[in-house]
């Protein structure tokens, strides 16, 4: 059974960072590309940030690129995301997200590419 688990979320400042962290586990993820969406209250879900199966490939939303960084470790079970920088409108519950194996977009962006789904951590910025 495919188990996402995201960790890392909390309070900060504005300016401040977090380190969002996402264990995978219940097969094999090193041919599965990783992602990380948002949602804030009363809002779709969004696309932050995408990593291919390799780690050589990452996408970014507008909003956050140059202050998140998405990475992956060597065997690919843990999926990280950095953020720095932070502004009150990153407040939402953050989601890391898993492809099915060989999936064939290497940096997918749609909700609709990504079957497996964590339960979400929360991000709060205060100004």
């Known amino acids: 059974q495919v188990q996402l688990v995201e960790s890392g979320g909390g309070l900060v400042q504005a300016g401040g960072s977090l380190r969002l962290s996402c264990a995978a586990s219940g097969r094999t993820f090193s041919t599965s590309s990783m992602g990380w969406f948002r949602q804030a209250p009363g809002k779709e879900r969004e696309f932050v940030a995408s990593i291919s199966s390799t780690g050589s490939y990452t996408h970014y939303a507008d909003s956050v690129k140059g202050r998140f960084i998405i990475s992956r470790d060597y065997a690919g079970y843990t999926v990280y995301l950095q953020m720095n920088s932070l502004k009150p409108e990153d407040t939402a519950v953050y989601y890391c997200?898993?492809?099915?194996?060989?999936?064939?977009?290497?940096?997918?962006?749609?909700?609709?590419?990504?079957?497996?789904w964590g339960q979400g951590t929360q991000v709060t910025v205060s100004s």
């Open positions: 997200a898993s492809s099915r194996p060989g999936y064939e977009i290497r940096v997918p962006t749609g909700s609709y590419d990504y079957p497996y």
